[in-house]
């Protein structure tokens, strides 16, 4: 079974101050990781995923994370916010071969001006 | 490009009455389709999942089902809805195993 832990549920941080968005997983299998980020009353949109390769991912607004197989992790991060990422994000699991994504229970970013 | 509707985008029911909640995804075909819950401070719980027409595997036993009638429709239904089943319900398509899951604009649900 595969499980995703988002230890923060709510991050305040203040305007292009710098972020990191903590996630850790378990899975018996190899696995795919991905970020989605959810605004108010709205789906989610994938922000960035990791399936091979480098580990250190690139998405959309300036998001990164790095996939650490040791430490189990995908931590998010950004250099400087902005108001525009208030939102709440998710991380989310997918072990190989399998239909289905677990997400974690998601983590609230607050960016104060 | 591929696009995914939900409709209702609202919706406000008393406890007991039936529900009835619509997902279709356009500009693909044979897609896997989920139905997610997102209630308040639980994040997503996987409810459904199809990988084809009359193909519903269901990962939490409660008040609801699911049906996929046709290719690209997937139907959230209940029969008499509980106050524990409010919350914003989302659904979701993939065409493959290892693609991304895109998620539609969700339905929020309200039991009185």
């Known amino acids: 079974a595969q499980s995703v832990t988002q230890l923060d549920s709510q991050v305040p941080v203040f305007e292009e101050a710098p972020v990191e968005l903590r996630c850790n997983y378990s899975?018996?299998?190899?696995?795919?990781l991905f970020w989605y980020v959810q605004y108010p009353n709205q789906g989610l949109q994938l922000l960035l995923k990791?399936?091979?390769?480098?580990?250190l991912v690139k998405g959309i607004n300036g998001f990164e994370a790095e996939f650490n197989k040791s430490q189990t992790s995908f931590h998010l991060r950004k250099p400087s916010v902005h108001i525009s990422d208030t939102a709440e994000y998710f991380c989310?699991?997918?072990?190989?071969?399998?239909?289905?994504?677990?997400f974690g229970t998601g983590t609230k970013l607050q960016v104060i001006p | 490009s591929q696009t995914i509707h939900q409709w209702p985008a609202t919706l406000v029911q008393p406890v007991g009455s039936p529900l009835s909640l619509e997902c279709t995804v356009e500009?693909?075909?044979?897609?896997?389709l989920y139905w997610y819950r997102q209630a308040a401070g639980r994040g997503l719980q996987l409810l459904f999942y199809?990988?084809?027409?009359?193909?519903i595997s269901s990962e939490v036993p409660q008040n609801l089902s699911a049906s996929r009638p046709q290719d690209r429709q997937f139907i959230l239904s209940s029969k008499k809805l509980l106050l524990s089943d409010s919350g914003f319900y989302l659904c979701?398509?993939?065409?493959?195993?290892?693609?991304?899951?895109?998620f539609g604009p969700g339905t929020r649900l309200l039991v009185l």
């Open positions: 989310a699991v997918m072990a190989g071969g399998y239909q289905k994504v677990t």
């Open positions: 199809s990988v084809g027409i009359g193909q």
């Open positions: 500009g693909t075909s044979n897609p896997n």
């Open positions: 979701a398509w993939r065409t493959g195993t290892w693609e991304t899951q895109y």
């Open positions: 899975s018996s299998v190899s696995v795919y």
């Open positions: 990791y399936l091979s390769g480098s580990t």
